[in-house]
């Protein structure tokens, strides 16, 4: 056994004793899925395993051509980007046979539309909830406004209609989304249906003579009667995941990419809480930026790991000959689940086919540069850790749940800003900060600090358990800001805090 599978078999037998036999013996149900199997190896299954009979009753179309992510239309002019969004429930067709699924959808649409907008541009949506819980629209990875930020203090009621107003500033280009943000209720949002992406251009963007695919992948779980079932006490621990990754609301699409042919990929993972390790094997790929943008520079890349709410963009070559197939793939990775199985097999995401030479640009050998942030004003030390003993508070930061009324430390508009995200952890907790974009200065896997050998803009980074992560930033704007574990169950229990960024 190495050392993190050691932590694992640990932590798993401890927190399985902590939360009795009646609770791990309900929510597992039947199944011996982790067993079962086990047995082949090289396989690549059609989708995540699941011990449950649904598979057996419930289909969903596949091997469809990658739709393309609907846009929200914009009424706005010039320099003016003017939408209106409705988060309500609303009934698709998502299974074969005629089966009906309820979903709370943006625009009665899965995912919800795209905003695409411009660097400088003025961004005004008005969002009206549909729902009979309160929601808010909180804008992933931007430099809004705190006021504007969809934070939980700010919940639109029932009935409510609310707008949000912020400008997009120079060199925000890049790859975000947006997702409720109401304190409780917002891995249920999302499980059903509630995100869509936003993309903000810049007009000075090297790679904008290449086609752009974009991949917004999602996990969805059905019953056997096409509903999505609520969390499980299971889903609470582990996160949820489903039977179904969807790209772009398809299961398994076909992407096309022509012989010879550079296309950038957007992908997002839009799951609650799956850890997405993804793989193309046959074709060449590189990695060109993250969640705020463009790297300085595109980077080799052999797996792609991408935490809940992350994001990459890619080059990916058509490097097959005419007519070929490459296999988009989600490979096992161990999160530290504890009640419910691992991945064990490699499983198909979408297929990528290669079809007549398409001419394309080539890839720049430097992208924008991209300043590291020099010595920190302020240093802290936050750490992850869970108590399973306590089902009140199981998930905490620096010994803390969450709590609306508490500012858990102050900071300064633009200090820079050194955090070490230290995980006491059982298990695998990405971390996410509102307001900025940071930079991953160094990780630590328990045997020292190793440099991080790139500059990157990020809000999300995945924090393995047991290990540590270092970040620097700095908030350009004032007010109160959240930080979290990503995976949404976490989030909703509380494994957050918040700070204020005085002026
Ligand atoms: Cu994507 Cu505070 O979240
Ligand atoms: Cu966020
Ligand atoms: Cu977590």
Redesign the pocket.
């Known amino acids: 056994m190495n050392r993190r599978q050691f932590l694992l078999s640990a932590s798993s037998t401890a927190i399985l004793a902590a939360l009795g036999r009646q609770a791990f013996a309900g929510s597992m149900g039947s199944g011996h899925a982790g067993h079962d199997m086990a047995a082949m190896p090289g396989m690549t299954m059609d989708g995540p395993a699941d011990p449950s009979p649904v598979l057996k009753r419930i289909k969903l179309p596949s091997g469809r051509p990658l739709a393309a992510v609907p846009r929200l239309a914009n009424s706005g002019g010039a320099g003016r980007f003017v939408g209106t969004l409705s988060a309500a429930p609303t009934t698709l067709t998502l299974a074969e046979g005629g089966v009906k699924t309820s979903v709370w959808a943006y625009n009665g649409q899965l995912p919800g539309p795209a905003i695409v907008a411009r660097e400088g541009d003025t961004v005004e949506i008005a969002l009206t909830n549909h729902l009979t819980q309160p929601t808010t629209i909180?804008w992933?990875g931007l430099p809004v406004p705190a006021e504007q930020d969809g934070n939980p203090h700010d919940p639109v009621l029932p009935g409510q209609t609310r707008h949000y107003r912020f400008t997009l500033p120079k060199g925000s280009a890049g790859s975000y989304w947006y997702?409720p943000?109401p304190h409780g209720h917002t891995a249920e949002q999302v499980f059903r249906g509630l995100a869509g992406v936003f993309v903000v251009e810049a007009a000075d963007d090297p790679l904008r003579e290449l086609a752009e695919d974009w991949l917004v992948l999602s996990d969805l779980r059905l019953t056997e009667h096409g509903a999505i079932p609520a969390n499980t006490a299971a889903d609470w621990h582990d996160g949820r995941e489903g039977q179904f990754l969807l790209v772009n609301g398809g299961l398994r699409p076909v992407i096309a990419l022509g012989q010879g042919e550079r296309r950038r990929w957007r992908v997002w993972n839009a799951t609650s809480a799956r850890i997405l390790k993804l793989a193309l094997p046959g074709l060449a790929w590189q990695l060109v930026g993250s969640d705020g943008g463009l790297l300085g520079a595109p980077q080799p890349l052999a797996e792609l790991l991408l935490a809940p709410?992350e994001r990459a963009e890619l080059v990916v070559s058509g490097s097959l000959p005419v007519g070929q197939s490459a296999t988009l793939q989600s490979l096992p990775y161990v999160r530290g689940r504890a009640m419910t199985p691992e991945q064990t097999q490699p499983f198909t995401v979408a297929t990528v086919k290669v079809g007549r030479t398409v001419a394309s640009a080539a890839v720049p050998a430097t992208l924008r540069p991209i300043a590291a942030l020099g010595t920190p004003q302020v240093r802290r030390t936050l750490t992850f850790s869970e108590n399973m003993a306590d089902p009140a508070s199981m998930f905490m930061i620096s010994g803390k749940t969450f709590d609306m009324n508490r500012i858990d430390f102050t900071g300064r508009v633009g200090d820079i800003e050194e955090w070490d995200i230290v995980s006491e952890a059982h298990m695998d907790h990405p971390f996410?900060l509102?307001g900025t974009q940071f930079q991953v200065v160094a990780r630590n896997d328990g045997s020292g600090w190793v440099d991080e050998p790139y500059l990157a803009w990020r809000d999300v980074i995945n924090v393995p358990l047991r290990e540590s992560v270092r970040i620097r930033f700095r908030q350009e704007l004032p007010g109160v800001r959240?930080y979290?574990c990503?995976i949404l169950e976490h989030e909703d229990q509380g494994m957050m805090g918040q700070y204020e960024v005085k002026a």
């Open positions: 909180h992933h997702h943000h709410g996410h509102h959240m979290h990503h």
